[in-house]
């Protein structure tokens, strides 16, 4: 009986793998977004709530000028990629929320909320594209279901997200806070450096497709890490370090400038 109940999980997360566009790794991704999207709403519509939304003001404008303009130039890429089907999902929101915490996050579906912290650190809309770039890869990536996914198969086993929810609502919850970044306690710490590294190569090349100067964004981290002092930021907390990725996009660089070439 364990025998096969265990051959049949591992079917399980083979069927259940797909693609992540542009990087070509393969993920366990077995929730749907219907499945997904009633959380996000309720967690997103949550967090608006608990913060100031501030999206009105001038910076709060420059945020969504800056997440639009980004969508508009990945969705097309993503459609002549052949992830249409991925594009049906994405229902982009940009807000920028008062807090001092330096710190940024992108929800399933393309659910991003930016904190007023942040903004001094990216500066201008340059910086802010290549934290939006970051953000907006989560989505694409299906980040955020992976590990949620993963999360249930280790608390529930194959289990639909609606029988984790009913068996141990809290628990599904922080599932979700931590799959998204946002739960206090994040204890997907390995599992998010690799996913954070894969979101900063799609950042680079997202911004590079919206016109944005991919040279910037070692710059921003340069910043970023001399602004962490003795404590890191939220933004950095789970996060490799800052002359860690800086080494890593400089490598990327040539790629991404491809792409910003033929954005011109």
Avoid at 7 to 35: D, Y
Avoid at 148 to 162: C, E, K, Q, R, W
Wanted: one cysteine or more; hydrophobic letters at 40%.
């Amino acid at each position: 009986m364990k025998k096969t109940a265990y051959l049949v999980l591992i079917f399980g997360l083979f069927s259940s793998c797909s693609t992540v566009p542009l990087t070509g790794r393969s993920q366990l991704a077995f929730l749907s977004n219907q499945e997904l999207q009633p959380l996000v709403n309720e967690e997103y519509a949550k967090a608006l709530k608990d913060s100031e939304v501030v999206t009105t003001s001038t910076e709060g404008k420059q945020v969504v000028k800056v997440g639009k303009k980004m969508a508009a130039a990945v969705e097309k890429y993503l459609v002549e990629q052949g992830y249409a089907d991925l594009v049906k999902d994405l229902d982009w929101e940009f807000n920028l929320l008062k807090g001092d915490q330096v710190n940024a996050w992108c929800m399933p579906g393309g659910k991003v909320a930016f904190y007023t912290g942040i903004l001094p650190i990216t500066q201008n809309e340059t910086g802010i594209a290549v934290v939006m770039g970051h953000e907006i890869a989560h989505a694409v990536a299906s980040h955020a279901n992976e590990r949620m996914s993963t999360g249930l198969v280790v608390n529930f086993g194959f289990a639909a997200l609606s029988a984790a929810a009913g068996q141990n609502p809290t628990l599904t919850q922080e599932i979700f806070l931590q799959s998204v970044g946002i739960g206090s306690e994040f204890k997907m710490l390995q599992f998010s450096r690799k996913h954070e590294l894969e979101a900063d190569r799609m950042g680079l090349i997202f911004m590079a497709m919206a016109g944005y100067d991919p040279r910037e964004a070692p710059i921003f981290w340069d910043r970023m890490a001399a602004s962490a002092g003795q404590a890191p930021p939220e933004f950095l907390s789970t996060h490799p370090g800052p002359d860690r990725r800086a080494e890593r996009l400089n490598a990327r660089m040539p790629e991404a400038l491809k792409y910003y070439e033929g954005s011109k």
